[in-house]
């Protein structure tokens, strides 16, 4: 490539040649398209991050019965959009490990029970107040009382005592807990003035953005943050987040320019979406799963026999075969799989039409059984729904299916309706996760699995030091939830999601739940 070339490469990297101008002139130049793209990708790197420009997010899971409220996050969008002008004290690194945020680093005591994070000094709000010890404090015991409604208060039931003393936020803990950190990084937990007690809506945070317009469930505007302190994050200046629970919908506003980037592709037609003009598909594998959750305490299924007759019933291989398209992997009415450190492992159990009628002539239930679904849930929830009602009809089993609204879907149908398609994003570390749904004292403990010996299990693998004696622990745990509890987990999903040729900056396998752990918009930038 002559030195033409490269300039024109530079300077379209730069953002003062558009992409289609760079490629015209490099076509008319005798250059490949494929040759001209390299190149182009080759200046972007060197270039580095560009600042300013608008990025455009497409996602799916907001709804008008949102709120801004990091306590009642409850989809993706509600996740992204805290993401924008909020921080938790660390994050959740690409590579899986923590990041400090609004603690600019901590410590433990030599058992685990004591930990110290001393927070960022100079660190302000969105509103210019500065951030104190004290409103780290305010932050998490608005999230530890026991009238919270956070989504975190299960993973907070084991702290004693909580002070701060000068730069520092001090945790004091009922039992040692090696993993506190990586719970404090919940993305509910964002810190907030005067921990939001006044007004934990007003979305004043230490993030890299300022809401601007809101419209809850349709539409958000943010516009950078002029005294954020990392200059790592944050290159556009403005993020415009749109609501769109429609797959075909979303997946066309990239395809038309409408939007720059998206979450949830629908994995049939994932292939087909990657083969558009200037769209890369972005495919993460993680802990992410879609599930079914029965209410063990509501009949029917307080039944275990009824239980099980439904998760015999269920064929798991078909709905990764049909429902990810090889974008997942099996599951075993587990949440946990092979991403987790000291995962467990299990006979697979499989599609068996006759355990099923069993169970289910020995649960003595007659009758239908009503399965609400929605898109909302997971792409694909409604064929997969429909896939499991064929199957358990083989085994005798009538399962009613329910089409429900997208819109209200997370306040109305998940933790209220005793069966219904859900789907959970997985957490960094398995106490994370057991805490957060399946933990008796947990509000979003969705299958209502109450069960005295798991709880004490992940209390005390909490304070296991000997990682053999706690991966033991951790498996009798997910043992109880496979066989007692109502989780019927058929797959996990790749996370897959969609850039336009726009952005610039995505980071391959990083950890968390899609589109970057929901950091694109704020770590890639607009280069075209």
């Not at 938790?88 to 609004?102: I, K, Q």
């Not at 029917?300 to 090889?326: C, T, W």
């Amino acid at each position: 490539m002559n030195d033409h070339m490269k300039y024109l490469a530079k300077h379209a990297a730069l953002g003062k040649v558009s992409r289609r101008a760079f490629l015209g002139k490099a076509s008319a130049m005798g250059l490949t398209a494929a040759t001209a793209n390299l190149a182009l990708a080759s200046a972007v790197k060197a270039a580095g991050p560009q600042t300013g420009g608008t990025i455009r997010v497409g996602i799916q899971g907001g709804a008008t019965t949102d709120s801004l409220d990091p306590a009642t996050a409850a989809n993706s969008t509600a996740n992204l959009i805290a993401r924008l002008w909020g921080e938790t004290l660390v994050a959740l690194a690409p590579d899986g490990s923590l990041d400090p945020r609004v603690a600019e680093n901590y410590e433990a005591s030599t058992d685990a029970k004591t930990w110290t994070f001393k927070i960022r000094s100079g660190l302000t709000f969105s509103n210019g107040q500065t951030v104190t010890p004290e409103d780290v404090l305010q932050s998490i015991d608005r999230h530890s009382n026991e009238d919270t409604k956070s989504g975190a208060l299960g993973l907070l039931r084991g702290i004693a005592n909580m002070r701060t003393d000068g730069d520092n936020f001090i945790v004091e803990l009922t039992t040692p807990n090696a993993d506190l950190p990586y719970l404090l990084s919940d993305y509910h937990l964002v810190i907030q003035p005067g921990g939001g007690k006044d007004d934990p809506a007003a979305a004043i945070g230490t993030g890299p953005y300022i809401l601007k317009s809101v419209d809850i469930g349709v539409r958000i505007v943010a516009e950078k943050n002029p005294n954020y302190w990392d200059d790592n994050v944050g290159h556009a200046g403005t993020i415009e987040v749109l609501v769109i629970n429609d797959n075909t919908a979303r997946v066309a506003a990239l395809r038309s320019g409408q939007v720059d980037m998206i979450d949830r592709v629908p994995p049939r037609t994932a292939s087909l979406v990657d083969r558009a003009p200037g769209v890369t598909v972005r495919s993460t594998s993680g802990a992410g799963h879609y599930v079914f959750i029965m209410h063990a305490n509501t009949a029917p299924f307080d039944n275990h026999d009824l239980r099980m007759a439904l998760k015999y019933a269920i064929n798991r291989q078909e709905m990764v075969d049909k429902i990810l398209s090889g974008y997942g992997t099996i599951g075993n009415d587990t949440p946990i799989n092979a991403s987790y450190p000291m995962a467990p492992e299990f006979e697979q159990r499989e599609f068996d039409p006759d355990k099923a009628a069993f169970h289910f002539k020995k649960s003595g239930h007659d009758g239908p059984i009503t399965l609400r679904t929605s898109d909302n849930s997971f792409p694909g929830a409604p064929d997969a729904a429909a896939l499991f009602q064929q199957s358990a009809a083989a085994a005798g089993i009538t399962l009613d299916v329910k089409r429900e609204p997208n819109d209200g879907y997370w306040s109305e149908v998940w933790n209220k309706q005793p069966f219904c398609t859900s789907f959970w994003g997985g957490r960094p570390v398995q106490d994370q996760m057991l805490s957060t749904a399946y933990l008796s004292s947990s509000d979003w403990n969705d299958t209502r699995f109450f069960n005295d010996r798991f709880d004490k299990l992940v209390v005390e693998a909490r304070a296991e030091l000997d990682e053999t004696k706690r991966k033991e622990m951790y498996a009798e745990a997910s043992m109880l939830i496979r066989d007692d509890g109502g989780l019927i987990c058929p797959m996990f999903n790749d996370f897959v999601g969609a850039t336009s040729d726009r952005l610039e900056g995505w980071i391959d396998d990083h950890k968390g739940f899609d589109l970057m752990d929901f950091r694109a918009p704020l770590k890639m930038w607009v280069a075209a």
